[in-house]
């Protein structure tokens, strides 16, 4: 569930990485130090919010729509015993994160799901590393 997740996240705080782990509902579980100073945000100001306020707005409006899709898309997928291929989970791109203070940061984001093998869809947990390219 979530909260081992967000324990197996603790090992994340040392990374060089920049990370953001969200659930399937799209909301924040867990930012590690190196993405909370790339946008100037401080400790606990991130987790429990959608992953929205993170993007740009024109990618933050269709996000939850993006996401919903995906999710029935994995589940008929997973039914069949097929993959699932996305432009996004899997295949990194360039986008624009929004800083704390609402500037737009260049970046390139790679988003991998995380899961264990007997959940679910729902149970499903989404990490980005990002890396600022400006």
Known sequence: GEVDVVKSCAA???SAENIVVINAAGII???????MQMLGYGHGELEGRSVNCL????????HDTYLAIYLRRLEK?????EMLESKVIGAGRDLYAKTKSGELMSVFIDVQRVCKPIDGVEDSFFV???????
């Open 12 to 14: 994340l705080d040392f």
């Open 29 to 35: 579980q867990y930012v590690n130090p190196g993405l």
């Open 55 to 62: 993007m740009a707005d024109r990618h933050a409006r269709q």
């Open 77 to 81: 997928s997973l039914v069949a015993g």
């Open 128 to 134: 980005g590393c990002l890396v600022n390219v400006q």
